[in-house]
């Protein structure tokens, strides 16, 4: 009797266990009775900064195809070229500095030929007769500050350098279920340099190992062939007494080739003439600041702006298949009651704190909380989501998984509301013509509107009951 | 002894089990080696009407990726503004009503301007000058009627209404397995107005619950805040006290503005130059009439016809990912053995009886039987199908999972015989050239054949052996 | 004590069972630490020759999403008519043939009419007043020869037959992971005619069973109304008796019409000119041949070439999201380390040897091994590879799960290590700058490099240190 009920209670144990382990397989399993505000769940540490990793398992970014990541550069730190499976969208959130992306196939068109140089035993290319040497060439080099996003497709090496007093802060999403990604619904780096002596720990189903280079995977002498340099140089590439991490230090200058920043400052003339090969799949542009109002998609002074980027004004992103919203709204302000109508989004909160509600198909709210800065929350496809800011400031990033998410919203003068006919509404919902004219014309607002008691900024009076 | 050999009977139970746990949640899995005529799996019942919902769980289902459901709306009833998170196809099996689809960021271009009204302290707009106000004005309303095949794009929220004497049936098949559906593979009504109390039973994995409306998620405040309403309302927005479901009865009249039937019924001018803004997507047809035999594809006066609706016809299909085939045949009358090349097809017979045979990928004949008015069947990509009506008349609305989808027929002018040089076929199958010809060129139809006896509609006479 | 740590064991037994039981069910898990060279897993015999089909489910072919199959016809050999339900390439790897494919719709535009015949009841056509009847008519065929490389899309029926004295060897890869597949994962050929009694054994959860034609599905009565033939001729369609296999022996000459031979033999004139129809879709080119160094995109005589095969050169392969790499190298030869950066790819040696070096994205070196003629390898997205020839020559298919696959490479010319500034290198390896800029600049060539020792040919003295 004791034996048999243990037998049952082990096998009812087992059932669980089995249950909840097939479960958490599920790739895209969307049941979300419950949402909550997500802290990264590992902390890569380097010599000059640190990678923070969301756990992409976790029920809603699982659910949304997102992995996502944080990444904090010291100031002279410099995060190794690394490249990712998927397509993604890094956004800065703090700081500046100089950013390089390794297209293939494409030419070095930053090209360096001051002065003559000693180890110029080198390509003297076509310019010899001319110039004298050259001291570097590589591929562009762009300077990054607040607000920048850029688009980076899978398979390319990306490297950041901090050239600032600051922290450079970014946080980048990938969306690792797209068919850009041809392997599983893992985000995996590919480290050029570098290392991460701590695994990858967001993989399953593998042994925790140390992450070295590509580079430590190839038999020394191959590399030594390949590059046509000294074994001693390949066996350094393999980077396998480094510990610095993926994040360097940088010892003295960082003397790449780059363009005077944008705003002008050192007096320089811009250069674009001297640098030779135009091609246009290798001069796409990438990235895009979405932090200035001047261009802002929606504006109103005393609430605060909304810009997006999609396929229209950065193509590229037709091809990674994302997109990016950036928001930014004052105390008091509301984002009016909206869902995503293609495509799964992720919040990232890069200032301040706001109240945010969200409804899911069952009616229920899922969620119902202030988040604040660092924070990330899935808004997954269809979800009815609210957000009211509670700080004097509420600053966010959102990605999306479709180069041209629409929104639908339930309130304001484009909502589903006002398209609908007033006989809807009074039969669906049970209320005077009236009442119902009140709900679908109240609001003159498209997106964001005045929550309490703040000033108000319409031409003309508004109607409360 | 029994102990060890009753834990071995234990633990196969338990891999039995969980073989049958896991391959139940396979996501596409496709060993179809018996196909079933499908039913509803659920019923929910509204006050106006019921909504009945296939099990997309089930193996045919799950395989192709199609979710499908059914509408009765009886007269006076109106189906409650509802959006779902993928693309559908709507086919109008019976009756006559108004539909209207709530296009984001689309304008209210059909708009009242008769009388003045007295509640009018709301957006006079620009026409202030000359008109004096405005009843209502709201987004397209259209007319449907049998035959009518509609597309609605995930996230779009769309309403009927029953204006007619007769109960108004839609059956739908939306693809949640393409990517327009971003979550997981459940097909989720997201209400806007309305209500469920049976819950989506069709829901794995989440405790059964009440489905209410989205705005039933939020904070009462919020509401009245987004639509600057009295609080009172905003909790009416919420129909909690409402258990009239997602189909409501209409008292009294049903007022929308709309454009005269296209018959021209009432002698009344078409209005449209009366509307304004003409914009791209916003005007772009959804809607297309599949039942008048005047524009079929394939017509024999003696044994029916077949009308077919891709993107070459209604552009926003290359959207969807969807397509459709209208076909109606007369008793004895069969549509020729063929294949879907690059689509699954879902089939919902909406009168009179046929008989089916379907082969499979093994050369097994995995359905043999008579299917009948309201029943729905799955032709897999590649699975051979033959219909033979046996009533009558015997019509039918196939869904496909392409834009553009192709068939491939068996037998027939256009067949795959007749493309294959009688060498192929006399070895392949080892029978003499003379009778390779006749399984090469006896059957001069391409589609539609005589399956025996019936009068023969061929200009010359027909070879048989 | 002992009960219960049996039972312990026991789950443990258990959890290690289930554990490898989802981890082998789960679609495109991809957690490669090891890579093994491939070998067929399934030979299937028939009368004129054999299939021979690897296993779609090993770790490896999981992960990529390919379906491999190669392909032995005897001469005089006729691989019967069969589609299947995914796209796919096939290369010819020896030996010469004729092939046909009958696309849906397309109209039999071979026609032979020379003399008049007995039989000619049947459709004299519109040249009955000119010509005096047809023997045959059918569906373009073409010559196929080694190297040829040839595109089929999903539900395409296509046959194949050897008319050299030495056996034809095609390999074919299907991409059974994008959406021109709508069914499950797994590769299913659809028989028009012949058979396979060994079943199809790569398929997972289906009892096993022999294969038969998809006429052998359907009732005999059926097939002789839809084809207007006798009962005895629909049951020999459905070739219950035989037992030949899928690949049959033809017995005498086989005649089918087609062009000359491109090479002119024969002295026979084109007769393009008598076919009359011409569609786009119906005569897009499938075909392109890939061992004529002359048309090569890398070419060095001293080591050998590459050509690659993308929807540029062959726009059909956009719609099935493949493409091809021919690469032929010779003793002594390397193509220098690289990685997919939006595809997956399966290498599969047609001649010679190689060494193999891959690293995964752990920086782990997963293959390591001498790979050779007949062998199968499959290359993840970002996993880094080299080569290097370790036999005269060694020749090698790539197929490409992206119609257009691009590559990087980690040394030479065009390489990762180029497009970095020098700075990023000194300090990601902490070497000094000469040995840096040796780097990236010692190696010229961009894919392609000598090993050792052999002989140098650049027009300039390679730096060694």
New interface residues.
Partial sequence: MGRSSS?IS??LT??I???G???Q??P????L?QLNALEPSQIIKSEGGRIEVWDHRAPQLR???FAFERFIIESQG?Y??T???AGKLTFVVHGRGLM?K?????A?T?MDSPVFQQ?G???EGQGQGQSQGF??M??K?EHIRCGDTTAT?????Q?I?NNGDEPLILVSAADI????????R?L????????NPQ??QW?????Q?P?????????PE??A??????LE?AQ??Q?QQ?NRGNI?K??GP????RPPLRRGQGGQQPQEEGNGIEETLCTMRCTENLDDPSSADVYKPSLGYISTLNSYNLPILSYLRLSALRGSIRNNA?V??Q??????AALYVTNGKAHI??????????F?QEISSGQLIVV???F?V?K?ATSDKFEWIEFK??ENA???????R?S??????????T?????SP??A????????ETTL?H??GGPMSYGRP????
């Avoid at 992450?211 to 038999?219: L, R």
């Avoid at 004219?437 to 003159?444: A, C, D, E, G, W």
């Fill in positions: 037998l082990f096998s087992l059932l266990l089995f249950h382990y097939t479960a397989q599920w895209n399993e969307c049941q009775d659910c949304s195809g410099l190794l070229p490249f990712f499976n390089g390794v297209v293939p196939g494409c070095e930053f180890g035993q080198f390509g001291r570097d590589h591929q080099v497709p899978p398979g390319v090496a490297w350098y279920a797209n068919n850009q990604n041809q392997l599983d893992n995996r780096p590919f480290l050029i340099a570098g290392n695994g990858q993989l399953q189903g593998r042994e190992q992450q070295n280079n590509i580079f430590s995977g190839f038999a191959i590399l062939q390949a590059f046509k340099i000294k140089t350094q590439l980077n480094d360097v940088v010892k960082f003397g790449v080739i509301m009016l009651p869902w995503n109508v293609n495509a799964n509600q969200m409804v899911n198909d069952n009616g229920q709210r899922v119902d997954p496809q269809g009815s609210s009211r998984t479709n629409q929104i639908n919203t339930l309130a304001g484009t589903v509301m006002t398209g609908l006919p007033l006989e809807v509404i039969n669906g919902f049970q209320i009236q009442e004219r009140k709900v679908k014309f109240s609001t003159l509107t929550t309490s508004r109607v409360e009951a």
